[in-house]
């Protein structure tokens, strides 16, 4: 009878991970296809770099959600065989751990590239963030090899001694990401502020870069893990569903839909080249919103010439001082423009 419930609450939580997982990988297919439309065509560095990062992130989500719907299969076996441990459950805890660990890595390298670009290439937005992920991913990284043991030593061990490490380690990882994304979402948000304001854009477009660009997304991804974590620390042993559990599982996904929605935006932002299919952006220049146009009008009863001479003269004039106006207004604009190249 108590196989029968730890079954069933086995396959209860299994199912209940892959329905907000199903809904959520839904949502990152469709701002996925959107990204690679966005940059689909395109040449250079930039572009390049952003195909590379978008679908390597697609691959390692894509392995997490066959994990997890394979662990909802196997969960709903009711008499598994003897070397199911071994041959199912290990592996695809490994891999359901990896991918998270390997998605985060993508998505704070991210992040950091993207706080280092809009800090205007200082040394300290690019190395104090890199070292701090780097070092988290190494520490995570180590600890879900921790898994690999059960096939050199005894489930017992494993269960007893590594365990516990692989769940703190778990724990620190999180915690540190998520002070490290609040951190440099914060200062993000910040710099786009003043920015915006600086340049008087409106109120809509400052608010849907500032979501954006500080992948904003990520950081209420890590928050909703740490809360459930919390909940389920408090609910051990009440054998109630495990909350935590559930919010390492859809973690990852906040990670690809934050990368995408970046990918989003500075395919669209970036200055494509000449060859590439696509219109520019009103969003790549902020000279484009007031250009003036001039026009010539001609009396219909005037000389043989159309024209008068003073009025053509006087409308030159007029236009060279518009002119002027504009690239003053272009360079100031620039000025002021955020960064968009990830390079």
């Known amino acids: 009878m108590e196989s029968d419930d730890s079954h069933l609450q086995a396959l ?3 199912a209940v991970v892959l329905a907000c997982l199903s809904g959520l990988f839904g949502v990152y297919i469709i701002l ?26 697609f691959l390692v989500l894509l392995c997490h959600f066959i994990s997890k719907a394979l662990q909802f299969y196997r969960a709903g076996q009711r008499n ?11 592996p695809l805890s490994l891999v359901s751990n990896m991918t998270t660990t390997f998605s ?34 190494l ?12 096939y050199f030593r005894t489930t017992e061990y494993f269960e007893t001694a590594l365990l516990p490490a692989v769940i703190l380690a778990g724990v620190v ?25 600086e340049t008087g854009s409106e109120l809509y477009a400052s608010i849907v870069h500032a979501v954006v660009e500080s992948a904003m997304v990520t950081w209420f991804g890590l928050l909703m893990y740490e809360v459930l974590s919390l909940l389920s620390l ?18 990852p996904v906040f990670f690809g839909i934050s990368q995408a929605m970046i990918t989003v935006r500075l395919g669209f932002r970036l200055e494509p080249t000449s060859s590439s299919p696509f219109p520019t952006s009103a969003l790549h220049s902020h000279s484009l919103r007031f250009r003036p146009q001039t026009t010539v009008t001609t009396s219909a009863e005037g000389s043989t010439s159309g024209v008068d001479r003073r009025s053509r003269s006087s409308g030159k004039r007029s236009a060279d001082e518009q002119g002027e106006s504009v690239v003053r207004f272009s360079r100031t604009s620039k000025s002021h423009e955020l960064p968009s190249s990830i390079l």
């Open 173 to 197: 990882w999180g915690w540190i990401m998520f002070a490290l994304n609040t951190v440099l979402t914060s200062m993000i948000l910040l710099r786009i502020v003043y920015m915006y304001k």
């Open 32 to 57: 996925f296809i959107l990204a690679l439309w966005s940059i689909f065509g395109r040449k250079g560095t930039a572009h390049r770099r952003l195909r590379v990062i978008t679908v390597a992130m």
């Open 12 to 14: 209860e939580l299994n």
């Open 234 to 251: 408090r609910s051990r042993g009440n054998d109630e569903v495990d909350l935590g559990y559930i919010g390492i599982s859809l973690l």
């Open 139 to 150: 520490m995570c990284g180590s600890a879900d090899a921790f898994h690999l043991a059960i």
């Open 104 to 137: 985060g890595l993508i998505s704070d390298g991210l992040l950091a590239w993207r706080f280092y670009i809009i800090y205007e290439r200082k040394k300290w937005a690019l190395y104090v963030p890199l070292i701090i992920v780097t070092l988290n991913t």
């Open 80 to 90: 598994p065989p003897e070397d199911e441990r071994h041959r199912w459950t290990t």
